[in-house]
């Protein structure tokens, strides 16, 4: 029996809606291809963003934790202006600071594995690319409780300095 060649979608749009179809199918890892063949070939579209930010939830409600991270990370340097940053911020925030507690924790249905240099680095990053966002000078705290805890004692002093000359009120 002869079966059609489905038509690969061609406008961000499309692309958009068939990867929102497959996820209802729970056919996931062809929905993060669909999304990332739309955010490479039309980054500048308002699907873009969306698609970015489905990408990582996927991957958060996979348990990825890591990917999730980079993937909100991704969102958060290369659309700056998308609704979705402060989530994404937010996300990054939890699974930082979850990280950083010492105990192993669920977030976003993720299991967290205290990692304290994988905290530093989460907070180095919400601190470099959202400031003064809602999780800016908490960041930039817990970016100088992670070094103290890793016995990076230098690198912790200037952090919480960067809390008080930052940060004042």
């Not at 990408?55 to 980079?70: C, F, P, Q």
């Amino acid at each position: 029996e002869y079966e059609h060649p489905r038509q690969t979608p061609q406008t961000p749009e499309e692309l958009y809606k068939s990867a929102l179809a497959l996820r209802e199918q729970g056919k996931l890892e062809q929905v993060v291809g669909e999304l990332r063949s739309l955010v490479r070939a039309y980054p500048l579209s308002p699907q873009a963003p969306e698609a970015q930010y489905l990408v990582a939830g996927i991957y958060a409600d996979l348990g990825k934790t890591d990917r999730a991270v980079k993937e909100f990370q991704k969102l958060v340097r290369d659309f700056p202006q998308s609704d979705k940053v402060d989530q994404s911020v937010k996300s990054l925030f939890d699974v930082g600071t979850s990280c950083l507690s010492g105990e192993k924790q669920k977030v976003l249905g993720m299991a967290i594995i205290p990692s304290l240099p994988k905290a530093a680095n989460i907070f180095k990053f919400i601190v470099d690319t959202a400031p003064y966002g809602a999780y800016g000078d908490q960041s930039q705290y817990n970016l100088g409780v992670a070094y103290r805890k890793m016995g990076r004692y230098q690198e912790a002093v200037e952090a919480f300095q960067n809390v008080i000359d930052d940060y004042p009120y």
